[in-house]
């Protein structure tokens, strides 16, 4: 009676790894518990994640390598398997189940970056932001719901906005990573999709050194005014003062990514016998809803889901 906050299925949303053929599943050696699905198997977590609650799927593409290249070329292509995901989802569920695109990149281009890269080697902010534009477009084309820019170019939310406004996709959210920083919890993911053998360098000239709170809020705030519907902060548990702050400033939707390395090593203290999974996650979860977050995007998505139904 007394509690302050509260957590409910319909506050998550569940990142999940789409891979070519059909009838494939392939753990993430670095993600215990989580595997690529080939489309047929997304359809299937798809029709979980209804049944479960859960009202939104972030999906990922694992591209092969002969389909990465220097400009990432592949996130165009209108029936590479991220969009043939998308479709098959939205055949399957319909309005039940929001699908939820990622506009970068990363997981097309052969260097790993999320963005073009320049004659020296830098990535190119404005070329890349052109490219972004068409890939947001590509999803809204195939149904996403949310088009979720990771790529943390400057620019890319208002160009975004006006190439879905222009395109007749009124009705498609932005949910822009606008605080997203340089960190070391997101090993796992590239694994999974694919970029880590690949990436070349760092991600330091576009995502945020961790050791920055105010310019968190600028970034925010920026991207409330290219038209962002809600925002994001990434990762979630050592950034739950940004999404505090974040929360006093600013009056719209916010949510945490709890990344692949958080998840990691919560299974890997759990086999470690540092303590019970349920437990350890619940109380990261909630103390995501504490700080001020809307939602909150995690791979233990399913599993807390389950756990909050049987409470
Ligand atoms: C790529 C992207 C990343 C994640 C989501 N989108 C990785 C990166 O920036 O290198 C990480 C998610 C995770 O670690 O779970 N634009």
Not at 26 to 41: F, M, T, Y
Not at 152 to 181: F, P, S, T, W
Request: proline fraction near 4%.
């Amino acid at each position: 009676m007394f509690r302050e906050t509260r957590l409910a299925a319909a506050d998550l949303i569940w990142p999940i790894f789409v891979t070519e053929g059909s009838g494939v599943t392939d753990p993430v050696a670095s993600l215990p518990g989580v595997s690529r699905r080939s489309v047929d198997g997304i359809v299937e977590q798809a029709r979980e994640a209804v049944s479960l609650g859960i009202p939104c799927i972030a999906l990922f593409p694992y591209t092969q390598a002969d389909r990465r290249s220097d400009d990432g070329a592949e996130a165009l292509n209108p029936d590479n398997l991220m969009c043939r995901a998308i479709r098959a989802v939205k055949d399957a569920v319909g309005s039940d189940l929001g699908v939820l695109a990622d506009v970068a990149l990363d997981p097309y281009t052969s260097h790993g970056q999320d963005g073009l890269l320049d004659a020296s080697g830098y990535v190119a902010n404005d070329d890349t932001v052109a490219v972004l534009v068409d890939q947001a477009i590509v999803q809204a084309e195939a149904g996403a719901d949310i088009v979720a820019p990771s790529d943390m170019m400057d620019g890319r939310v208002r160009a975004i906005r006006m190439a879905l406004e222009m395109g007749g996709h009124h009705n498609v959210q932005i949910m822009a990573y606008a605080a997203k920083y340089a960190s070391a919890f997101y090993g796992p993911f590239r694994d999974a999709v694919g970029s880590s053998g690949v990436l070349q360098g760092d991600k330091k000239t576009y995502q945020m050194d961790p050791a920055n709170g105010e310019e968190a809020l600028r970034e925010i705030a920026l991207d409330i005014a290219e038209g962002a519907d809600s925002v994001m902060v990434k990762p979630g548990l050592a950034y739950l003062d940004i999404i505090w702050r974040a929360k006093q400033a600013f009056d719209v939707p916010i949510f945490a990514y709890q990344v692949s390395g958080e998840y990691a090593l919560v299974e890997a203290g759990v086999a470690a016998g540092v303590g019970e999974r349920e437990a350890l996650v619940m109380e990261k979860l909630i103390a995501f809803r504490r700080a001020g977050c809307t939602g909150i995007l995690t791979y233990h998505a399913p599993q807390a889901a389950r756990w909050l139904a049987n409470a």
